[in-house]
């Protein structure tokens, strides 16, 4: 795979400046935007920007390992700002923190500009491995994506989805985009913002999953269709989406709407069966379902669709995208299906404790922003302090059901006090009748 060769020479937009006092901190102007972070790190040029903040290579110049010593450094600026985006990028570090795999992209550390308090606290910058491009770039390429190329890549999605589904993760927006690759074609899966823990202590009606999850194009039909009881299966059929955009260069189900998404999904796998049509039978969006023609005019098989593809791929892909999500081949199977045999090696597929409450408990209260800042310092702070460290470890031990309650508890003395979210956080139903968003599902709408 073609990336990236980063030179020590700065390209135009980036520029080093000497304003700070602070020996220890270098200030560089990047795309017009100010980089303070201390100097072993020496940028290279910028790799990506976005709504919420700039990715730039650098070399780690404390390294031990010289040779290999590039970085990502991604500067999320006024990180504090919106409360929907405070929440998503607390639960990404913690579960960056938490999973530890060589095919899930790996946070080294996070940095605090110079010399500012919690309460100044604005911009903070993540520093990562370094991955040259994504798999959605290669995929829109003109770079050849040879079998051995699509089967290691999907072996290695594969891999870190068993570990990231053993932790009790779901990831809940597998895409091309969030798979980033290197140069030796090492893929890590990335962007946990939307994932969840799927821990009981925390299902509540507060946490109930809402389908306002996943690009449209790579929802599983029981997200479109609203169904509250999904699993890890739903990432499955996201890889399935990814594998079969691999072997065609063409998105799976490109729908601009919902029911122009599930229209083409039934046009590949048929109309569901009683049986599937059953499973769903508590589903919020009947509609959607009814609205399906029972009989199509022009159904394409996988066989057709897939023509040139060999029978193993076309068999796996198959499985993955089963309608029924009871029917829907588990990761541990898709893994040992004969299509990847060459690749499949047990004992080098690791697993991990599942994920408890003590780190996710933030999910069930409605915090203020107050609230999510102190939770994010405190993060921050376990890659600075060996002390908050271990006071960190202690108190899992301690209060395996999480701090955030004996906080509030005792603020207000009763549990009835506590500040627990609402049922509307995702898509729900009025008391009109009329169905809304939280400020969440419409931010997740728009980025689609």
């Known amino acids: 795979m073609k990336g990236s060769q980063h ?11 000497t304003e700070t006092q602070d020996e220890d901190i270098k200030t560089w102007i990047v795309c ?5 972070i201390q100097k072993q790190y020496e940028i290279l040029d910028p790799m990506g920007q976005g709504a919420y903040g700039i990715v730039v290579a650098a070399k780690d110049l404390d390294s031990e390992d010289q040779e290999n010593n590039l970085v990502a450094i991604k500067k999320i600026e006024r990180a504090f700002e ?9 639960r990404e570090l913690k579960i960056l923190r938490l999973l530890q795999h060589e095919n899930v992209l790996g946070l080294k550390t996070i940095l605090l500009p110079p010399g500012q308090t919690k309460e100044q606290l ?15 770039t290669i995929i829109r390429s003109d770079q050849g994506l040879t079998e051995e190329h699509i089967q290691f890549f999907l ?9 990231i589904h053993s932790a009790g993760i779901l990831h809940r927006d597998l ?4 798979l980033l690759v290197n140069t030796n074609c090492d893929l890590k899966i990335c962007d946990f913002g939307l994932a969840r823990a799927d821990i009981s202590l925390l299902q509540t009606h507060s946490v109930v999953l809402t389908d306002y999850i996943t690009t449209r194009w790579y929802r599983a039909p029981e997200v479109l269709l609203s169904w509250k009881k999904y699993s890890s299966a739903i990432d499955i059929w996201s890889v399935g989406c990814i594998f079969a955009e691999m072997l065609t260069r063409q998105r799976l189900f490109p729908g601009h709407e919902q029911e122009e998404q599930m229209q083409m999904i039934v046009e590949l796998l048929g109309y569901p069966t009683p049986e599937e049509i059953e499973i769903f039978s508590d589903i919020q969006d009947k509609e959607l379902l009814n609205a399906l023609p029972t009989t199509l005019i022009q159904r394409t098989s996988f066989e057709e669709r897939f023509q040139g593809c060999s029978e193993l791929a076309v068999d796996l892909l198959k499985r993955m995208l089963a309608f029924d999500p009871n029917k829907r081949i588990t990761v541990e199977q898709a893994l040992s299906h004969p299509y990847l045999a060459e690749l499949h090696c047990p004992d080098d597929e690791p697993t991990t404790q599942p994920v408890d409450a003590f780190d996710f408990d933030f999910e069930i209260y409605d915090l203020k922003s107050n609230d999510y800042r102190d939770l994010m310092y405190e993060e921050i702070m376990l890659y600075h302090s060996e002390e908050k460290r271990q006071e960190y470890e202690d108190n899992k031990i301690k209060y395996p059901n999480g701090m955030l309650y004996l906080r509030y508890a005792s603020r207000s003395g009763s549990q009835d006090d506590i500040p627990m979210k609402q049922q509307n956080q995702g898509s729900s139903l009025s008391q009109s009748g009329e169905q809304t968003k939280s400020s969440s599902s419409i931010s997740n709408d728009l980025n689609e």
């Open 7 to 17: 030179q020590a020479a700065f390209p135009q937009d980036v520029k080093l400046i």
């Open 32 to 36: 017009g935007s100010k980089f303070q």
């Open 82 to 90: 919106h409360k929907v985006f405070l929440q998503r990028t607390l």
């Open 122 to 136: 604005d911009d903070i910058y993540l520093v990562s491995d370094l991955m040259e491009t994504d798999l959605e």
């Open 155 to 163: 072996y290695q999605i594969l891999r870190g989805l068993k570990y």
């Open 175 to 178: 895409k091309p985009k969030n």
